[in-house]
């Protein structure tokens, strides 16, 4: 079998430009080197660290049923056999970013795409694509979840639907995507906790998101959400708050036609701003944030 590529960004003279990869690759375990599993095993311990008593319980505890550990890159395989057995999910070994029908088609058969690399140890803080880290460390935990799990094969159904409809209807639901399965806080006992995949795997956002005077912090609000813009370059302006898993997929049942009807009357709203209508569970100082930018 030949080596899967490793697709990465372009850069350019205006900048860095997505590349797309649509197969599903075998992942080349044997191919990693001393210095991926190094790179896995920094970061892991890192995060989990970061993570304890900012992460939400649920995602904690999957990581360590599922048996993903900090000694190496783990095998897709082996986390399959946990994974299917708990809520029929896979992980599926892919290039780098999939075309948006592709990625909801994987998503509504269970399929979950991992980027097969790693990053490189220069890149341990930041990277402007996802890599094994992320998808791996970052989404796949809460697929152990038997809502999350049926919440992320309703989304990739919503997406196929969505995709059918028209563009603005894509970026309403990829609005939703990026408040919670990406940067979504959940409110538990103990206070705020994270469930978002961007979070999990960022150390510098996981503290920040929780413990910075600057963001907003705000009830979960689905057609809110869904016209609110936001940042893929800095730090959220503004997080939205789940009280679990039950009412993301409550909320997110209805046929969303009439919605996307709705909301195409509506303006969109900036990633900082505050309604009146909102339930605030914190209104953020705007400290550090740039003026410009949110898509
Ligand atoms: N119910 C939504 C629709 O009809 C699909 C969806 C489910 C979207 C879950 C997001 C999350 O389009
Ligand atoms: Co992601």
Redesign the pocket.
Known sequence: MSQPQRVEHLSTDKGSVPVYATGVVEQPWDSYTATDHSVWSTLFRRQREVLLGRACAEFLASQDEMGMGEEMIPKFADLNDQLRAKTGWEVIGVEGLLPELTFFEHLANRRFPVTWWIRRPEQLDYLSEPDLFHDLFGHVPLLMNPVFAD?MQ??G???V??HGIGSEALAE?TR??WYTVEFGLINTDEGLRIYGAGIVSSSGESRYCLESPAPNRIGFDLLRVMRTRYRIDTFQKTYFVIDNFDQL?EA??????PYYEQLGTQETIPAGNVLATDRVYQRGTGEGWSLDGDV
């Open positions: 919440y309703a989304y159904r919503g997406g639907k969505a639901l939703l995507y997929f997110t049942g209805p046929d969303f036609r």
